[in-house]
Every structure is written in C-alpha cells, then in structure tokens.
C-alpha cells in the first residue's frame, strides 16, 4: 500500500473513534438473537444496506443482513479515497472474478471486480457520484410501465439518499461554478463532495473547454438530468473520507437498533421453501448459507420477505442455484428447476474501458495525486457521437435520449494499469456509455461455491467497437488541443486508421465494473424479464431482488448512485407492501 503521509489524519481521528466503538457485526450465527426475521437481505453491499436501514426504522420490523465478505470497519485502505486504485480487482476485499474468454479481446479474460466487504462494491469502488440523465431513467419508466422509475418521480429518493457537503475551505460562490446547488439534496444520507484540487492542469483542462466548446461544452453539473458536457467530478467523501453504504447506512446509530442485526463471513447459497405443497407459486422463506466453507450449512427463515441484493453476478448465480432460471441449463449442471425464468442471468452489460496512459512533461501524477483523502477522478465528460454519424446507417440510436451520452472521458492521476517503461503520465480513460452487446451469468456446476460463469461479450458489437475508436480519437482531440497540447510529450499508440485503432482497442480494453441487469425488470404481463416493476421475482413469492441486477438496461453513468435511488425507493415499496404507509 502506499505512503500514508498525505493523509488527513484530523479528518480520520473521529471516524476511528467511531469504529473502535461499533456494535453490532457478527461474525458467528451463534451470536444470532433467533433464527427467524422479518427480512433476510442476503449481501450487505450498496442496495442491501439501504433496505436494512430503512425497513428497521419501522421498530416492528426485524431485519437480518448476511454478507459473505467481512467488515470494512478500522480499515485504512477502505477509508481513505486515494486509496481506490489500490483496493481492487484482485484483493481480499474483492471477489477476484473473471470473464470467460472475451471472443471480440483477442480471448482475453478481464477482471469482474465486486466488493467482498460490508458496503459491497461501494467499499472499493472509485467513489464517482454520477446519477444518470433524466432520459434513462424515463426510460426505465417506460420499459416497466411504472411511472414510479422515471426521473422526475424518483427525485425525492435522489435527494433522500444524497447528503451534499459544501466544502469549507472555499466560497460556495466559487463552488457553485462547479456544481449546482438547486440539483442536490443537503439532508440525505450519503455524504457527496466536489473535487477539490486546484492545479495547472485544472486550468488547461477547463480552457480546452472554452476552446473547443463545441466539442467539449463545459457543464456546471453533470448529475442534474442532463449530464452532456465536461464537468468536475462529485464523489462519495465526506472530510476526505470515504463513504460508503456501509459507512452511512450501517453507521454505529443504526447498528444500535434492536432490530437489526449484520452477520458477516456467512455466505448464502440457497434460498428455499419450507413447505412445497403450495402449487399456486413457490413461496421462497428461508435462506441457506455457509460459514464454513461449506461444511456445514444453515437456515434462517424469512417471515415476510428475502430480500436478494447480492449485486449483477451473484444475485442471478443465487436464483439459478436455488432453481429459479432457465429450466434446461439448469438441469444440465444437475440442478432441479423449481421456477422456470429463462431471463436470470441474462441481458448482463458491461460498459467497455480503455484507459490510455499519455506520457506528459510534468509529473502529473506526483502534482495532482495529493493526500490520499482525495478521490482518483477531477474530471468527466459525457459526449454524443454526432447525429449524422455514419454508425447510424446500420445501428438505431442505443442512447436513452438526445440528453444522453454514447461515451464517456475521465481523467485519472498517473497510471492505471501494468506499469508503463518510465515516465510521467496521465490516464484517459474513455467508457462507451451505452453499449449494445450482450452477455450473460451461467453456471459452471452445482456446487453454490463454485463461481459463475462470466460473460459479458465486450465490443462484440460493431456499434461498441465504433464508439469506443471514436471515443479514443475524441480523447486524442482532447489533449491535442492547444491548451493541453504542450504538456503531452507522447501518445499511448501511433495507431490512426480503424484497423489499427482495433487491434490497439483488442488488446488492452476491459470492464469498468458496472455490470447491470442480470435480473432486469420489466413490466408485469412481460414475457420477459426477472423482476416485476416492484421488483418482486416474477411468478414466486416472499422474493425480491433489489440491487443493480434489476436495471433493465446499463445506464450511461458510474452505477453506484443508480443503485442506491432504486434502492432508496424499493425500501419504500417493501414498506407499502407489509404496512400500507412509509
Ligand atoms: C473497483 C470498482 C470501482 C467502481 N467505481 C465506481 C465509481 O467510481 N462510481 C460508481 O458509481 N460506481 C462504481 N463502481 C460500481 C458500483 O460500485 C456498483 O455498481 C454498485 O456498488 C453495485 O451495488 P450492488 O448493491 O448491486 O452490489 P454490491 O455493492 O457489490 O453488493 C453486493 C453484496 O452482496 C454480497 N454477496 C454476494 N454474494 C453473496 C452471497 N452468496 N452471500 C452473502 N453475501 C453475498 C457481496 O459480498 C456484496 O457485499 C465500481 C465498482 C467496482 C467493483
């Protein structure tokens, strides 16, 4: 790990305090009050903390969450946001997947970084905080028929989950040119927090937008509905701190409630039905995990509801082992289909990555990293390719909407990825945002330990592939603009023509980790889809699943803020349901 130097030790001093002091995780069933719960949430990761929180404000609801990764408590690395690059893929606190073979990387296998941690994946993740545009969440409304999705509707939860920290060291005058104020919500609980380095290359990157301003418009505020433009990153930090839905949702307040209780190191392997004589619909009660490695199982049982929130891979992977899937795979690996729903672990989207490290005159990275307490990203752009774009001829337009990006830039300090010779450097990373291709989650074996089967098809499609050349070229625009131009002593590649650009794209592009819609919803009478628009499993009871699984289609933003707005609003369904008010 790195150097703990820059680090803001006044900024961690109360927060360690506050984790010396927290109650409230198990690590051993034994430990358990009873066996029998209201709500089981299985994974203890960004959605599921969220609905444990809230269906345990109500003090007659029991809640237990089972997470197969253990505490992120007292944990520097966790903490602190400069740490992010180091943290994952390939850690103890990640799940250390891969793909299959990606046909269209030259059979490449790329990483399927998740968090195995309490706060799941919003523990390790780079911190962005981008929402989304208006179009696709409009979109999501139109697919499920649920008005309820659209971005207008879900603002009370947008600004329920946010907490945004006007920073102290600066006026709000000179902030509010980097965020809009009248978009964010000041009382939610997730702390969220501007950027907040002021350096040379700030400047050339904002002049570049003046500049080029048709290429490269500046946006004041990249998460109000609209997000084409440039803009300064918001992240999820509060004091230099990382938050996280662990840090926020199961903060020590919360683990004090008597009807809340958090066993970690438990991983579940099944949920099931005690009594199968009920032939209307399987009803799905309690939830089977292991501690041992699978030596020994144990049930609990759900009295109202479990709640499924162990995010795109293993969701889908606990349905599938439970019986609920495509009745002919599942019989292949020798397990009893029980549910026949052939859409679990289908439609998997991944947004494509490629991050090019330009060599630049000044340590980029030495001037800009700064302390630790600073997340990774300063800036991104969201960007359309144009309309007359001659992919259009052969491809309908895949974006949610004219306010919708086809890719996305973000610039990184210094290097991501194997080391380069020597150097100093600055990373492009350029994201294609709404990506075409398809793949899935399948299983391997019956053995509920054994991973899934990863594939998410990466640039298989020819529209992928285009958007992510033009992205590249648009990068290279970019940084040979006037402004930036004399700080770059040498590109990533030479390659210019498409057929070099693609072996250039085929050899080094990966996953950003924001796998979606393994369990997409859909509407209520649709004959596909795995959740309805309330995010029930279709067609069985006593199931839902609430996690980035249920997107129906990847939306063109970093996902930790979508899943926590579905989150916010499922817990309010959860609670409508068992209650009648929230
Ligand atoms: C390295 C990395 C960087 C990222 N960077 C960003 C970013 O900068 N901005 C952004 O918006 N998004 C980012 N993302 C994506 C974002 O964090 C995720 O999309 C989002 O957090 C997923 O939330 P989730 O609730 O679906 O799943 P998770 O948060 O992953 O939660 C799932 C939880 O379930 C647990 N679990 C799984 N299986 C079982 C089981 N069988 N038994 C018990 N528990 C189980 C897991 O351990 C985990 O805790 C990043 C992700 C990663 C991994």
Redesign the pocket.
Known sequence: MGSLQNWRYTALLPTLISFAGATGILTNSSDLRTTEFDFVV???????NVIANRLTENPAFSVLV????GSDRDTLELMAPGFAPLI??NTQWDWNLTTTPQAALNNRSVSV?????LG???T???????RGTSNDFDRYAEITGDDGWSWDRLMPYIFKNEHFMIGESESLENQTARFNPSVHGFTGALPVSLADLSHEIDAKVIDTTTEMSEDYPFNQDMNSGNHLGLGWVQATVENGTRSSSATVYLSDQFLQRPNLQVLVN???TRVLQSNTTNCTSPTFDQVE?TQDGGASVQVISARKEIIL????I?SPH?LMHSGIGDPNALFEVGIEPIHNLSSVGQNLTEHPFLSSAWQTLNDWSETRSGPLSHPPLSFMAWLRLPDNSSIFESFKDPAAGPNTAHYELFWINGKVGPEPAQGNFLTLGSVVVAPTSRGAVTLNSSDPLDPPLINFNLLSSDFDMFVQREAFRSAKKFLTGSACSSFIVAAPTNATTDEELDTFIRQNALGV??PVSTAAMSGKNATWGVVDPDLRVKGVSGLRVV???VMPIIPAA????P?YIIAERAADMIKEAWFGVV
């Open positions: 299985v994974g203890g990761g960004t959605a599921g089972i997470e197969a990764g994952a893929p970084a998740r968090g195995f941690v799941g994946s919003s390790i993740n780079f911190l962005a905080y981008t438990a991983r579940v995990f929130s162990a995010g795109s293993m606990i980790f924001h996690d980035s699984s970093h996902t930790q803020a899943t």
